[in-house]
């Protein structure tokens, strides 16, 4: 964690554990917008952290929004940080100015004809629904095209994921006008590519905050005259779960450092090694909290829920890891060692 | 206050990249083809490999220059470890000296002991083994039996060490021993010996492994002189002394890379038509692998700060174990139509070493105990 980190860490602490309590989160999850907490998030610039602020982020490094989620991740914050990120970052890339309100992105089969109609549909866009403006991109004549469009243009259908997150269906027919999208350059895949970055840092997030979570109760539950922290099985399965957690937030971290030149391949060995953590450190967290965790009451849920739902989000392990497969299998096997060097 | 374990980024520095294309470029020229390569760092020797290694200046690369070192960096030291693993390079003479008695000396021994052996040890002359484990004592270190008593000008060593590696081969063990009868504090009363194995007192027997290599062994000490000047550290000390190796014994490359020459046969096999399981498999076991080392140059980065890691090397140590041993238990289920006997070998051989990627130099149930006290959890 470098200063700048630090001081973001600070604040979003504190502004979070003001305005993200569980009441808030389980309201955002009955369908309440946490507005509150977004526009302070949205005040204090870190909606826009690490974007460059003559195209209206807040400056820094990107490295510094990944971070932001990350963070905000371990409280559960029920709002669009990684896809207003995700928007943000296409937008700026492309020199143009970050939009106004709160922006979302649409991961689906969109088109844009020859004079300009935009159709096609998105079967599952995080907070689609409480956005102002969904980014999305169309390809006409295998070009893509950044397309902004105000979310009211949309056919939306609600739906949440498992963890009461809105994942709205959204379709579209509509003539744009210039100013609404950006050709010339190839961004399909880079924005599945960030899109599955933001789940790594939302997960190694979570991940860390279970971890917490898990030890901090089984030093306060007594069972049989003791802490159940006192049981050799239990410190036996926390070690377990510490291990993942350290190995995912190295795996994060490597995404964060590597922002500007991320690779398919980096992208991939963070999805899938997160991704695998979380199967390994939900089942022990439940375990440690017994039957308390099992319930809505408990907070415990509020993450292991989106977690089980980041972890299908921009392919599951297995879509990358054939990746991985194909980048290493590729090469003659006496290279395998020397593409794990180049990895740092 | 819950404190997790981080394990921040540290990257390579340029100078130890240089060095890994000398290393490669001397291992191109030096290791024996006819020898199928095994990654184990205890599954292969050759003194006169560790000779050559040394002639480079590659044994005890960051000790200082008045004993022979190099003054390089942790970063180098790991770019070395990690070539000569991957490559499965016969490095079982040197490892331990290089690994753990060198720094031991540097932290603990006398002048004269730094000035006799560390030059000899740079060179890739003098080997030693670890010195720990007895018949009745294996992960409860501190209920050892061998005894050191007070003799004109020295110590008289009774009792027997178990599982020494290369303890037929090596010229020295550290041994730890009780000079004092156990006390209420179980830590107390340990001193640290070095015992010349070629002493006529002392006898080595070989114990076969799974894989019916003899590379381990059973060592007795009968009424064994040892001069004063071969106490390590402090008569009593032996204890602290020990713990403090375990930063740098816990967190290397050899905890996570004593099955890649699997993978290597593997992505060998499946390099010209793999189909999608196969591919995956691979991918999730490389996953891990990269992540893991990242980890492990994160240790390297703090033992280069001066830090001594002990919770976090005993983490890498434990999730790098596991991993080992999820290798090839992964690629066995990897459909092969026509698998090469190169590969068959490579492959059998993990498995018969595998039970020991967990048991030596720590349990997996010991690491994870060092994690949960890490963890505030006892
Ligand atoms: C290939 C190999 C090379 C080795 N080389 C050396 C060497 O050069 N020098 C040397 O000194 N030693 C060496 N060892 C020995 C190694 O250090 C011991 O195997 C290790 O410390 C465990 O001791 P043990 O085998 O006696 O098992 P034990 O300690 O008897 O353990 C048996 C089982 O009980 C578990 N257990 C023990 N105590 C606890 C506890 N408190 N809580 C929970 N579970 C527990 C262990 O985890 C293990 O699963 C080597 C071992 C191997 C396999």
Known sequence: MNEQQRLIKESLDRLLSDLCSKTTIDKAEKGEFPGELWHALADTGLVLAGLPEDLGGAGGDLADSLFVVREAAKFAAPVPLAEHFLAAVLWSGRGETVREGIMTFAEGDFRLSDNDQLSG??????????????????????????????????????????????????????????????????????????????????????????????????????????????????????????????????????????????TELEVAI?????????????????QVHGAMGYTMEHSLNQRTRRLWAWREEYGSEQEWEIAIGQFFSGNASEKLWDQVTFLN | MFQGLTFEPFALPPEAEALRSEVREFLADSLDASVLPNSDFNAGDSAEFSRALGKK????????????????????RYVITEELLA?????????????????????????????????????????????????????????????????????????SKIWTSY???????????????????????????????????????????????????????????????????KPGNGWEQVISELGYERSGPER?????RVLVEFSREISEDADAYQLALLGRLMAHLVTLRRMSISVAGMLEQGDMPITEAALIKDLGNTYERLVPEVVRLANLKNPSSRFIDTLNQCILHAPSFTLRGGTREILKGVIARGLGLR
């Not at chain 1, 866009?125 to 169309?138: E, K, N, P, Q």
């Not at chain 1, 953590?277 to 089942?283: E, K, N, Y």
Request: proline share 4%.
């Open chain 1, 270 to 286: 963070g999805k899938s090694r997160v991704g695998e953590a979380v199967g390994i450190c939900t089942d022990i967290a439940h």
């Open chain 2, 87 to 159: 490559a499965g390079a016969p490095v079982g003479c040197h490892w331990i000296a290089d690994r753990q008695t060198g720094p031991l000396f540097l932290k603990f021994g006398t002048e004269k002991q730094r000035q006799e052996f560390l030059p000899q040890i740079i060179r890739g002359e003098c080997f030693f083994s670890i010195g720990m484990s007895e018949p009745d004592t294996g992960s409860d270190l501190a209920s050892i039996k061998s005894t050191a008593m007070k003799t004109e000008g020295g110590w008289v060593l009774n009792g």
């Open chain 1, 121 to 262: 549909t998105a079967p599952a866009v995080a907070f689609g629904r409480w956005s102002d403006t969904v980014t999305l991109i169309a390809t006409r004549n295998n070009e893509d095209f950044l397309c902004g469009v105000p979310i009211s243009e949309f056919r939306v259908e609600e739906a949440n994921n498992i963890a009461g997150e809105p994942r709205d269906a959204l379709s579209i027919n509509l003539v744009l006008n210039k100013s609404q999208y950006l050709g010339g350059e190839p961004i399909k895949r880079k924005a599945y590519l960030i899109g599955a970055a933001t789940r790594v840092a939302l997960m190694a997030g979570a991940l860390e905050s279970i971890l917490e979570m898990s030890v901090v109760y089984s030093t306060e539950r007594v069972q049989f005259g003791k802490p159940i922290a006192k049981f050799q099985a239990i410190q036996q399965q926390l070690a377990t779960m510490a291990g993942e957690v350290a190995a995912s937030l190295r795996a994060a971290q490597s995404l964060e450092t590597k922002f500007e030149s991320m």
């Open chain 2, 167 to 233: 303890a037929h081969t090596n010229h020295y063990m550290v041994a730890l021993v009780r000079t004092e009868p156990a006390s209420e504090n179980r830590h107390a009363g340990m001193s640290q010996f070095i015992v010349d194995l070629g002493n006529e007192n002392v006898s080595v027997t070989g114990i076969k492994n799974l894989s019916g290599e003899e590379d381990f062994n059973q060592v007795f000490f009968d009424d064994v002189f040892i001069p004063d000047d071969m106490v390590v550290g």
């Open chain 2, 57 to 76: 200046g590659w044994i005890g690369i960051t000790w200082p220059k008045i004993y022979g070192g190099l003054e390089k960096s942790f970063f180098e």
């Open chain 2, 256 to 260: 996570f890379l004593s099955a890649f």
